[in-house]
């Protein structure tokens, strides 16, 4: 099967302009997680949905952020407008439940905002 | 609450010895622990996982782990470090609910 993916894998944006990040899950889990992953901050959760519904987005650092799932296999993350601060490894997980919680992460998304 | 505290930043090991990064934990309930490992430039892979079954874990690529719930730890060892270990190491607690917390990493250096 194959695991999660992101696209894109790496972009490179202007300070102002929007940003979309994707996301598709493994195919049958029922629930996927946005991080963010810094040098300064680490690993950080900014929402995780289940069943398509935004569980918890407390992580998420303010309003220019804003994520989605329309369905089962898709989710989106976006910034607009972006700035320098956001440039950071943004990872998409997915986990099924009925398990033992573990969560499988994609291969992640380079951010850099200029 | 729960929180997990990864006790270096940084170990270094040459190529064929034991290989040991630490991780306490803290936990109102029975925890589930897991670690991570992230190769540069990738994802993060699971290692293994604790979930109050057995309390010595075996994970992929020969790593294990040990649950020791009167120290509080969740150590991982290896019994001889290979190059391609060389990584970021996470060890992870299960939040209340479904959420994973993640410590701040270990950075594994193998030298020839």
């Known amino acids: 099967d194959a695991g999660v993916i992101q696209s894109p894998r790496h972009e490179v944006t202007e300070m102002g302009q929007e940003v979309t990040l994707r996301c598709k899950p493994i195919s049958g889990h029922d629930y996927l997680f946005w991080y963010r992953q810094t040098m300064m901050r680490g690993l950080e959760l900014l929402i995780y949905?289940?069943?398509?519904?935004?569980?918890?987005d407390s992580g998420m650092p303010e309003d220019r952020f804003s994520a989605k799932m329309p369905n089962a296999s898709f989710s989106t993350l976006k910034i607009q407008p972006s700035e320098p601060r956001d440039s950071a490894v943004y990872f998409c997980?997915?986990?099924?439940?009925?398990?033992?919680?573990?969560?499988?992460f994609g291969p992640g998304t380079r951010l850099t905002v200029t | 609450a729960q929180s997990v505290t990864q006790l270096d930043s940084h170990v270094s090991v040459s190529e064929g010895t034991p290989v040991l990064l630490r991780c306490n934990y803290s936990?109102?309930?029975?925890?589930?622990l897991f670690w991570y490992v992230q190769h540069p430039n990738k994802g993060l892979q699971l290692l293994l996982k604790?979930?109050?079954?057995?309390?010595l874990v075996k994970g992929i690529n020969g790593f294990e782990a040990e649950f020791k719930k009167s120290e509080t730890s969740f150590h991982l060892t290896k019994p001889s470090a290979h190059m391609s270990d060389a990584a970021e190491y996470f060890c992870?607690?299960?939040?209340?609910?479904?959420?994973?917390?993640f410590g701040k990493g270990t950075t594994l250096s193998v030298s020839s």
């Open positions: 992870v607690v299960r939040k209340a609910g479904t959420a994973l917390i």
């Open positions: 949905f289940n069943n398509n519904v935004p569980i918890d």
């Open positions: 997980a997915s986990r099924e439940s009925g398990t033992s919680y573990e969560q499988y």
């Open positions: 936990s109102s309930y029975s925890p589930s």
């Open positions: 604790y979930t109050s079954a057995a309390t």
